[in-house]
């Protein structure tokens, strides 16, 4: 026996347990999808039709479907952008590890690791009608008249939820930022200053360039999030009132385990993959050519 | 990739040019500071009084202290909530789930680093995949597949599809940590005649421990927050984690808001106290995971 014969075995056997598992419960029922998505099987019945491409025909023209689609579009912008912001604002202030620093860390964070339903029935509170603190809040500075039931409004449901969605995911964007900003050259900023750069100047042509690589990362992770958010908005709202909050991932677990819809259901969770991986290898690609 | 090696260790003075600071500045530095805080911390805190109060208390003086500090409250919500039962899910199913993913992923990655593995190529681009489709994708065949193996409604049917789902996340985690080392590392034990599991165990497992700390880290916080898999396939109510557990709980006593209060509270503890305690190591292992996979 070979001793190279010897370490591709041994390559083999360390890896067989992970792919088997894998394969079995990842890998095989995604392929399976497909085959779902081009039936109309109810679940129950022994055999599944084939019906074609008559899901995805039907998705096309279902006004729910677009205003999941609108929804998650909403979603992937503000919850991209919002955390993006809001957590460079904390990192930057953090940056040189002013007094506090750690009180400030552990703080911001903490929300991320919280359970959903613990995030949900919080925020729930906070929206309240009757005792929530926010309305309490508007009374005091004097805008009672925009108070209301937040979550039972349409208009602003899908927002109501998104901020406490955002409220959530600062903290993960915040550390992430802070630890890329530790290798972003302070020699550069210097030289950028005595070269008479502003501030703005400086974060936007010095800072951002070398937190590059960081920022693709955060911001892929929040893109593909935000095409299959879920968790919070079963939470706080099950996609009302009157569907106001429901987006791509929410229709296929109602027409999947709740309409008995399994056909149908695959083929939303399929154009949702679709739609999630496209966007972020668009976005990679096009911060590749942005930086080439 | 973005390298993070500076993360865990206090820059030093000399990285840290005190630039000349005036005091405005600073003190809208920390003004802004000082309002995030409140900003995270006050919903918690007021939820965290309310779990004190009696039910008409909470509505009629949020933000005051309790004027009788019920700590009844809580053992009410523990036993009408089953707590004891959904905590308990909880452990059992995060400990076997990182368990799985941490071991699985580890030889996994050692084999994709280090070791001459037939197709990795193939494999490396079928975990990617993996890295970047959602769990719907796969969750409705799953669904059934459990059923039809019979593990549906067991712990089983979180547990198996948990580690499965969270394997290509901890394989890269594990590749990447492993591809810093030096590739001639165990030839020195093979040659000793060590085997290639003695070579694994003793030479480069000992090695690996601040990439497995990181990987422990963030696949528990997955595995205990984790929502839609337990959803879906543990529905009985004796077999929930306390992620799903809670929400029916939740639903039944709306109206009880001193109960919820102490649930969610309850709830919060576990992770909140774990996180308190060892919060720098958290965040390390967070930012590693998250930047180097």
Redesign the interface.
């Known amino acids: 026996m070979t001793?190279?014969w010897?370490?591709?075995r041994?390559?083999?056997l360390?890896?067989l347990?992970?792919?088997a598992?894998?394969l079995?419960?990842?890998?095989?029922?995604?392929l399976?999808?497909f085959w779902?998505a081009l039936t109309d099987w109810n679940?129950a019945t022994a055999t599944k039709t084939f019906v074609g491409l008559a899901n995805f025909a039907e998705l096309a023209g279902d006004g729910l479907f677009r205003l999941a689609l609108r929804n998650n579009l909403v979603w992937v912008v503000v919850g991209t952008a919002a955390p993006l912001a809001?957590g460079m604002?904390?990192a930057l202030?953090?940056w040189?590890?002013?007094k506090?620093f750690?009180?400030?860390?552990?703080?911001?964070?903490?929300?991320?690791?919280?359970?959903?339903?613990?995030i949900g029935?919080?925020?729930s509170?906070?929206y309240n009608p009757?005792?929530g603190?926010l309305n309490?809040w508007l009374d005091g500075i004097g805008l009672g008249q925009v108070s209301r039931g937040w979550l039972g409004d349409p208009d602003v449901a899908l927002y109501a939820v998104l901020i406490a969605a955002i409220?959530a995911e600062v903290?993960?964007v915040f550390?992430?930022l802070?630890?890329?900003l530790?290798?972003v050259s302070?020699d550069l900023l210097?030289a950028a200053t005595i070269d008479g750069a502003n501030g703005w100047q400086r974060f936007k042509d010095v800072t951002v360039p070398q937190l590059a690589?960081?920022l693709n990362?955060?911001t892929a992770?929040l893109l593909?999030g935000g095409?299959?958010v879920?968790?919070i908005i079963?939470?706080m709202t099950q996609g009302g009132p009157a569907n106001a909050t429901q987006t791509m991932?929410t229709m296929?677990?109602d027409a999947?385990?709740t309409l008995n819809r399994?056909g149908y259901?695959?083929a939303i969770?399929?154009v949702?993959?679709a739609i999630?991986?496209v966007a972020?290898v668009v976005f990679l690609r096009l911060r590749e050519r942005g930086e080439g | 990739m973005a390298t993070i090696a500076g993360t865990g260790t206090r820059p030093t003075a000399a990285r840290r040019p005190q630039r000349p600071t005036n005091g405005l500045g600073q003190a809208g530095k920390y003004l802004l500071l000082i309002l995030f805080l409140i900003v995270f911390l006050v919903p918690l805190i007021w939820v965290l009084l309310s779990a004190f109060k009696a039910a008409p208390e909470i509505t009629r003086n949020p933000f005051g202290l309790p004027a009788v500090w019920r700590w009844e409250n809580f053992a009410e919500a523990w036993s009408v909530g089953r707590f004891d039962r959904f905590l308990g899910n909880s452990v059992i199913y995060t400990a076997a789930i990182v368990a799985g993913v941490v071991a699985l992923s580890t030889f996994a990655g050692y084999a994709l680093a280090m070791l001459p593995l037939p197709g990795r190529d193939g494999l490396l681009v079928l975990f990617l995949l993996g890295l970047m489709v959602p769990f719907q994708s796969f969750m409705i065949p799953l669904y059934y597949l459990l059923r039809d193996i019979h593990l549906l409604e067991t712990y089983w049917a979180f547990i198996l599809p948990g580690i499965a789902f969270r394997l290509p996340f901890g394989i890269f985690l594990m590749r990447g940590f492993f591809r810093g080392l030096p590739s001639e590392l165990g030839d020195a034990a093979r040659v000793d005649g060590a085997n290639e599991w003695q070579t694994f165990r003793q030479v480069i497992l000992p090695l690996a421990a601040p990439g497995l700390a990181a990987q422990v880290i963030f696949q528990f916080v997955w595995a205990w927050r984790e929502f839609l898999m337990p959803l879906v396939f543990v529905q009985t109510e004796a077999l929930r984690p306390v992620s799903t557990g809670i929400m029916f709980f939740f639903g039944r006593f709306t109206a009880q808001r001193d109960l919820i209060a102490a649930g969610v509270t309850i709830a919060m503890i576990p992770m909140v106290v774990i996180y308190l305690l060892l919060q720098r190591r958290f965040i390390e292992g967070i930012t590693a995971g998250a930047l180097k996979s």
């Open positions: 001793q190279s010897q370490r591709s041994a390559a083999v360390f890896m347990p992970a792919l598992l894998y079995v419960f990842m890998v095989w029922p995604f399976q999808s779902f679940g809001i604002v904390l202030l953090l040189n590890r002013p506090g750690t009180l400030f860390r552990t703080i911001f964070f903490l929300p991320h690791i919280l359970l959903t339903v613990v029935i919080i925020w509170w906070i009757i005792f603190i309490i409220w903290g993960f550390v992430i802070l630890a890329g530790q290798n302070r210097e690589n960081v990362v955060v992770l593909i095409f299959n879920f968790d079963f939470v991932a296929t677990y999947a385990f399994v259901g695959s969770s399929l949702m993959t999630s991986l972020s």
